[in-house]
């Protein structure tokens, strides 16, 4: 299931695509840097992530609970820039090892000694960071729009700085995460990958911000996914102390979060200028909870199973929603690609019937018709192909008016490639349809000379193979006034060999504008078919969601 969600995407900026291109983000994450490995070693430790608002107070709390400083704190925003994840020294090796938290390199943790900390398939590497070698981008190089979409970029990992402490019991690390949100849009997402990597959330929040929306929104998040979850109200002065406590009570209780367990920090003196450490009685229940759910076996195993199996269980919303967003995209690639191709069929008919009413035969061309043979077969010929081309660039250029019109009127909502600028592999529009039309007068040539070397075999007097490729031209393109032409190839040739050679003569015509009409179809359409957006996508995602309820 990992595979698959990482395979999804969502390219075209439908209204549910950024919610789906997040939620996809957030799967990863806990299935990479939490679900997986926890599910692999469940006895391993616990990794609780200390997460809040900006100016919190997150890394003054996790110093004062390790008894040093190991993390920075002070009052410019961001203050925490790269993540500080600190554990005993015994459980060190286990979160040095690349494959927990895969998507971080460590810093300071060279020379660490490797540890297996579960049996991998033989051969088989570590998995590499989710969307690493991409980064969202414009959109613009595939269809001309201005959504949102993946690029190709060689960003490097986001750093995570490894620190050992003996405060901090065997079986529990502390992370410090940046601020949710920061004003720097990088440190919003590692902050949010990392809760997504946590056994335990301690939420931090300040008797100034406890009923702001940042605070709520991941309140509401770990009751969604039912994490095992603490808060911390920090900074209370000691005056209202106990009534800001209750009142932050009361407000749990009534989200259903009253249960939670809550722990008030007040506002000391030490702690004023944010660069000293809290305490030891300020903190004294906090390190209390968090020893108890180390050192307990039974509290340790409850923590665990119970954040993993919110993770499954919220599953059985996201990968339907994920799923959902998958099928809108695929209706959208089919409904813009209809819109092309139900374009240059209308295309197809106008050249037919326009051939058949002899558009062609009009202007340059109709006047060296009315001029021959004086003029001359290969002016004739000539003013003909020009004419054809310019009927079939006319019939292209109104397929690509009217698909974008459709296109700019789909929920879709991207604007329709034009490849005539001389960026496809063929060169410009009137290039590859000047090209198709000298291929094809060059067919009506060579099936002129056949005709005549056959003519030549038997009682007719010899005819010139120009002058009867010029006379099959104006039979073919003139409709009504091409009428003379066939009856001059008639009397040359004969009827039955004149019929014969304009029926092969409409074959190749037919042949060669439904191939151009293709091609410029399928250059129109390459944008699309780049997105792989295939209803196969949706199946597995749907398929292996299926297998993983059945047996979870």
Known sequence: ??????????????????????????????????????????????????????????????????GRRVSEAGVLRPTTRTPVLVCHPRDRAWFADPRILPGFARESVAGLPRQDCWELDAGRPARPRHGAGHREGRFEDATGGTHRGSLA?????????????????????????????????????????????????????????????VPWHLLRSAK?????????LDRVPHQIADEVSRHYAALLTKAGLGDVPRFTVPELPESADGGGLLPRTAVHELREWLRHCADDAATRGAAARRTATGVLTSLRKRMPALAGASAAQHAAVVRLTGHVAGAYRCAAERVTEAVERGEVLCGAALARWRGYPASGPEALQSALADGCAALLRTAVDLADETAAERWRLDPADVVFPRPQDGSAGGGDMAERIAGAVRRWR?????????????????????ADPEDIAALLGVALLGGRRGRGAGEQLAERLGALAALRMRDRAADELSAMVDELLRAERELRLAPLDALDVSPRQQATLIATFSVLQKVS
């Open 224 to 232: 969604e996914y039912d994490v095992a979850l603490g808060t911390v």
């Open 442 to 462: 060059t067919a009506l040539t060579d099936l002129a000379y056949e005709e005549v070397r056959f003519a030549r075999d038997g009682e007719r007097a010899p």
């Open 1 to 66: 299931m990992r595979d698959h969600v990482d395979a999804a995407r969502f390219p075209l900026p439908l209204p549910g695509a950024p919610r789906a291109r997040r939620t996809r983000q957030e799967l990863l994450a806990q299935l990479d840097d939490y679900l997986m490995p926890r599910l692999r070693a469940p006895e391993a430790p616990l990794l609780a992530v200390v997460g809040g608002s900006t100016g919190a107070g997150k890394s003054t709390l996790v110093n004062s609970l390790v």
């Open 153 to 213: 970029d060689d960003a490097e990992l986001p750093c995570l700085r490894l620190e050992v402490a003996d405060a901090l019991p065997p079986g529990l690390a502390l992370l410090d995460a940046p601020d949710v949100d920061s004003l720097v849009a990088a440190n919003r997402e590692l902050a949010a990958q990392l809760l997504c990597a946590a056994d335990i959330w301690i939420l931090v929040t300040t008797a100034a911000r406890y009923a702001d929306a």
